[in-house]
């Protein structure tokens, strides 16, 4: 072995060290090593931070970043070349990315910009500010320059802005060997990454689709036309919430996004619905709890004024159902055993229209839930409240029986909580519905006004069987 090759293999051995030190067992980066990328920084060693990072893969350098401070991740900038920069930032978080952003120079930025694909591209440069996007846009070729304007011109979270403009498209005269010799000698204006050729007709519109795998089992004589599969077109003006519903329901790969002429214009692939589905997943759970993302770089004041104004409706609704308490203190004040157990019922309640509530944004979401089921799904879930209310119902009375030893109570007891979780389920099912059926987004107000309704269910069915059996 020459002595060049036990170099090559000592670099690669220390290399699989590095990533072996950045990277525990779930992937999730090892505490120690940033602190090594963080100490590098602070002695300005450029060589060891060279070597930290070049064991990580782009979107582990991204996630790194987000642990360190906005002071280190300046000073980390600079030592990112375009290529590697190009693949970082796509990675970040939008709030860091917009601050890091700041911090590169235009005419870096420009460079790292053209090695993106134009989805990715277009993102970045709708994240810069007014006058760095001008210096950043003339510095790029005016190819690269028209085609982020175009994507630009679409509204944000449509097909047009998460599509990529690169494409691989065939006339359907071809065979698969014309194809095949055309795409080898222009392979440098190729996608990076693709699935399918679309066969296209002489107005561009797509006809067809040939999958790679498919072209490469095929003889060189077969037409195109012959082999091609349907596509499922998607519209350029398209929510993107859309488009990863119509992916998941017909198991797509990729698909070709046309124009209002039913020209195509791009291409959206698997990857670019993964990070879709992930976004529209985590907004509908923190809608759900009426919170927005507090990201590792958000500012305090940034998280109360997200937060502040759900917990003071929240604080209407409360005294609202807290009023239902006044109207019994005569009987709260004759049997105080009351005050102790009310809050149970309507705990228990709220528990049970979360669950349901969880259960119907979910199916609405993924549009499992519609007008012709509704009827069932409510039936459904008011039956599941109420078996559950009579279960707890017998346990929850039984223990109750055991300490007070009142047979009166504990029926009072009873029979509130089957009716607040039958109530629970029903408002946990029919409040999204109706909010969705307004144009609402059901999971961003739902608990609010689930949580009312237990509460205030609970509260009075409780008070008044009590006032009614024992008083």
Avoid: C
């Amino acid at each position: 072995m020459s002595r060049e090759t036990d170099d090559l293999a000592d670099v690669a051995d220390i290399e699989e060290d590095l990533e072996d030190l950045a990277l525990e067992d779930d992937y999730a980066l090892n505490p120690e090593f940033v602190s090594d990328v963080a100490d590098a920084l602070d002695r300005g060693d450029a060589e060891r931070l060279r070597e930290l990072l070049s064991a990580l893969h782009p979107a582990d350098v991204a996630d790194l970043m987000g642990f360190l401070s906005a002071d280190a991740r300046e000073e980390l900038v600079p030592h990112l070349d375009p290529e590697t920069l190009a693949e970082i930032l796509s990675e970040l978080d939008s709030e860091i990315r917009e601050e890091v952003l700041e911090h590169v120079p235009s005419a870096t930025l420009a460079k790292a910009i053209g090695e993106m694909e134009s989805d990715d591209a277009a993102d970045v440069v709708d994240d810069l500010e007014a006058d760095k996007r001008a210096e950043v846009m003339a510095a790029m070729p005016e190819t690269e320059r028209a085609a982020i304007e175009t994507s630009l011109a679409y509204e944000d979270e449509t097909a047009g802005r998460l599509m990529q403009r690169e494409v691989v498209a065939a006339p359907q005269f071809w065979t698969v060997g014309q194809a095949i010799d055309h795409f080898r000698r222009d392979a440098g204006d190729l996608p990076e990454l693709f699935f399918d050729i679309y066969v296209v007709d002489p107005a561009y519109k797509p006809v067809g689709a040939v999958p790679v795998s498919l072209l490469l089992r095929s003889g060189r004589q077969v037409p195109l036309a012959q082999i091609m599969e349907p596509v499922n077109e998607i519209a350029v003006d398209l929510d993107q919430e859309e488009v990863a519903y119509i992916f998941d329901k017909y198991h797509l790969i990729s698909a070709p996004v046309v124009d209002s002429a039913g020209r195509l214009v791009g291409q959206i692939t698997v990857d670019d619905i993964v990070g879709v589905v992930q976004e529209e997943g985590e907004e509908d759970i923190l809608a759900l709890a009426g919170v927005s993302d507090a990201g590792r770089d958000a500012s305090v004041m940034g998280i109360v004024r997200s937060r502040l104004p759900w917990l003071l409706i929240n604080t209407l609704t409360a005294a609202l159902a807290a009023s239902v308490i006044g109207a019994f203190e005569g009987e709260i004040q004759k049997l105080a055993i009351l005050a102790a157990l009310m809050p149970v019922v309507a705990s228990l309640g709220g528990n049970a229209g979360t669950q349901t509530l969880a259960v119907a944004v979910r199916a609405l979401a993924s549009r499992e839930l519609s007008a012709f089921n509704a009827v069932r799904t409510v039936s459904r879930e008011m039956v599941v409240g109420l078996m559950n209310g009579a279960a707890l119902a017998l346990l929850t009375g039984g223990a109750i029986y055991l300490m007070f030893h009142d047979l009166r109570l504990t029926l009072a007891f009873g029979l509130a909580l089957m009716i607040n979780l039958f109530v629970a389920a029903a408002a946990g099912a029919v409040i999204p519905l109706a909010l969705d059926r307004m144009g609402r987004d059901p999971a961003v107000s739902s608990s609010v006004f689930v949580t009312f309704v237990t509460d205030f269910t609970g509260f009075f069915a409780f008070l008044g069987l009590a006032a009614i059996i024992l008083l």
